[in-house]
């Protein structure tokens, strides 16, 4: 999985990539299944893209919470940097904005109940 940042300077990107990258690692995913990349080999930049080794994400968190920890950590990212994170995994890509944050509350409250 790739999280990337449209329409930003790839010194923004790169600090929102590194601070993702560290509210995932809050959230409890293992080190070893986060990391930052560069798009390209030719870039200067310290990394723009996190990438999430969902495999490794799985054999950590019951693979619900594992999907539930990621989307909501994303979510909850957005709001608070008022980023749009372009979230890549395999043929599909989802848009998480800003707007999306009410989402991230019912999602919330969804996962709670399913879990009790």
Known sequence: ????FDGMSSAKAGYLAQELELALL???????AVSVQRISAENMDIGTVVT???DAVSTVLD???????V???????????GASVKVRNGEETVLISPETVDGARSARSEVGSATN
């Not at 693979?63 to 920890?69: D, W």
């Open 1 to 4: 999985m790739e999280l990337s």
């Open 26 to 32: 809050k959230a409890g995913l293992p080190s070893t």
């Open 52 to 54: 999430i080794a969902v």
């Open 63 to 69: 693979g619900s919470a594992a999907v539930a920890t």
């Open 71 to 81: 989307i909501l950590c994303i979510r909850e990212f957005a709001n608070r940097h």
